[in-house]
């Protein structure tokens, strides 16, 4: 405790508290960084302000932290602490407390008394039950119950009743359905319910208007309600790894949305309305059924990140050239006979993956995309590539080709010299 600038008082707790946890309590003012195993803390104007304890020699929270009056948060990770003591009620100042994985199994009633807590985290924890007063922590905006231990079963209570929660994180339990009281959520901002065992989700969800990120991957839902469309703030909806064989129509009315999350599902076909998402950055739909896209596809003028993997895709639109912000594309893995010429005009495109196709021929295109760098093109039953690909463009960007050997014939020599490594056939590159 050398160098200590804390109030007298406050260092005679701080001796107090070494002694009944039994370790040295290190000042470390940045505790957002990672940290070794131990007991550190954090202080301003005097006061001992945070308290991070990790470790598994970590078993109690002693008595004497009730002293340390001031503490404005509190971090538990990697212990073997199994109960929060109920003194943890007088720490009024209290505005965030985290527990991670820590085999805690069970909730003071008397912890609704922090009136003024902000953040609660309990993540990998062994907690199942909750006191139901805890709706009495109205400042709460932030709340993680996730990775547990013991899972529960059921979203609790008590949460439908924090009217000013913001962020709700549930991950890795075994709640199988979302009901109506979600409606009273309505400040609600980030929903985060993934690896779970939701069949349904409740059309009230409908009433989350200021919902801005929606996180339903790794469930069993086969259907989303055509209400996920008043969802008019959304703008991440993540449904990976479901069941869910179609997108509802009503996904045009999210004018907001940037990001969709939907691989690995039985998705036949996506809605046309789809391309009038205008803000949509990411589209992610890897392992799924597709066998077209919509005619319009290229209206979609701020996508960057096109994921279409594992499809079953035989063309692409005649219009595929108007995704003037794209930068990656993957389509690999579907049933690609052709490409329309209109893929020259992709102006920021670097990336592009058209491995294990059925091409055959490209089209003559008179140029390459202007900043494409690299293209895939192995396990594909190739007769012809065009010029632009197979004799050397001194202006190009082109950095690297991936095709299987057997179509080396296809390239000039000067393409060649530049160098064949395994499936990599050359760099376009002094």
């Not at 199994?105 to 008397?110: C, D, S």
Request: hydrophobic residues 40%; proline residues 5%.
């Amino acid at each position: 405790m050398e160098n200590l600038i804390l109030d007298e008082e406050e260092q005679k707790n701080l001796r107090i508290f070494e002694r009944e946890i039994g370790q040295n309590i290190q000042n470390q003012q940045d505790l957002n960084k990672t940290l070794d195993n131990g007991i550190y803390f954090k202080e301003a104007d005097k006061y001992i302000v945070e308290i991070y304890l990790k470790g598994n020699s970590i078993k109690l929270i002693p008595e004497s932290i009730a002293n340390i009056k001031k503490i404005r948060r509190l971090t538990i990770n990697n212990t073997k602490i199994t109960k929060i003591p109920n003194c943890i009620s007088e720490l009024s100042e209290l505005q965030e407390f985290e527990v991670h994985n820590s085999p805690i199994i069970h909730i003071p009633n008397n912890i609704a008394k922090l009136s003024k807590l902000e953040k609660f985290f309990l993540n990998g924890t062994e907690i199942i039950e909750f006191p139901k007063n805890l709706s009495k922590l109205q400042k709460l905006s932030v709340l993680s119950i996730s990775y547990g231990y013991s899972k529960i079963k059921e979203i609790p209570n008590f949460i439908f009743k924090l009217k000013n929660l913001k962020y709700l994180s549930l991950s890795r339990n075994e709640i199988t359905n979302i009901p109506e009281e979600i409606k009273y959520l309505q400040n609600l901002e980030e929903f985060i319910i993934n690896r779970n065992k939701l069949e349904d989700i409740s059309d009230n969800i409908s009433y989350l208007v200021k919902l801005r990120k929606l996180i339903l991957n790794n469930n069993k839902l086969t259907i989303l309600p055509e209400s996920i469309g008043n969802l008019k703030m959304l703008e991440v909806l993540m449904i990976e790894n479901n069941q869910i064989t179609s997108i509802p129509k009503s996904i045009v009315n999210l004018h907001n949305l940037e990001e969709i999350s939907a691989s690995n599902n039985n998705l036949m076909a996506i809605p046309d309305s789809i391309t009038n998402l205008k803000k949509l950055k990411i589209l992610d739909l890897s392992h799924n059924k597709l066998e077209c896209l919509p005619e319009n596809f290229g209206n979609l003028v701020s996508l960057e990140k096109l994921l279409i993997p594992h499809n079953k895709l035989e063309h692409l639109p005649e219009f595929f050239g108007n995704l003037s912000k794209v930068k990656t594309i993957d389509l690999k893995r579907n049933e690609l006979k052709d490409l329309p010429i209109s893929i020259e005009n992709l102006p920021m495109v670097e990336f592009i993956d058209l491995d294990s196709n059925e091409i055959k021929l490209f089209p003559n295109f008179n140029h390459l995309p202007k900043n494409l760098r690299e293209i895939h093109l192995i396990d594909n039953p190739i007769i012809l590539l065009p010029e632009v690909l197979t004799k050397y463009q001194p202006n190009s960007n082109l950095k690297t080709i991936w095709i299987s050997r057997r179509h080396n014939y296809l390239f000039e020599k000067k393409v060649l010299d530049k160098g064949i490594v395994d499936n990599l056939v050359f760099f376009n590159s002094i």
